[in-house]
């Protein structure tokens, strides 16, 4: 699928320092949804080389997640002054050597509040970790 430059600009990747110091990248975006990609090299590992340590994996997932919130925004909504993560659940069900996968999906959307779930998988497209994801939308007026 095809992702259009205002859903792009909405998630702004190219935006966040941390993003770029993982290596996460956007793969794909619609509203509500997004997937994003963490390639595995060396300062990303535990004590085995060949395995993805769980704080990137934890990022991975609340930068989905983020993203997926950040695609609800409408630009001519000048109320929306930015979101943040209020609690964060990840639970890791495998080892992830190699790349990492993340799709958030909104699962649901308030004014205020949006309820996001991220699955995490492996290079072989095997489930690797479970997120469960709260953010709080900051509101002018």
Sequence with gaps: ?????AMAELVAADQIPY???LGIELVDAERGHVT?????REELATRRPDVMHGGAIASLVDAASGSAV????DPED??????????????????????ARAEGRVLRAGR???????????????????GRVTYAIARRG
């Design 1 to 5: 699928m095809a992702m259009d430059a």
């Design 19 to 21: 993003w770029s110091l």
């Design 36 to 40: 994003l990609r963490l390639p595995m």
């Design 70 to 73: 950040a695609t609800l925004r």
């Design 78 to 99: 000048e109320t929306w002054a930015g979101h943040a993560t209020t609690d964060l659940n990840v639970s890791y069900l495998r080892a992830v050597r190699g790349e």
């Design 112 to 130: 205020t509040t949006v309820f996001v779930a991220v699955e995490v998988r492996d290079e072989a497209g095997e489930l690797a970790a479970a």
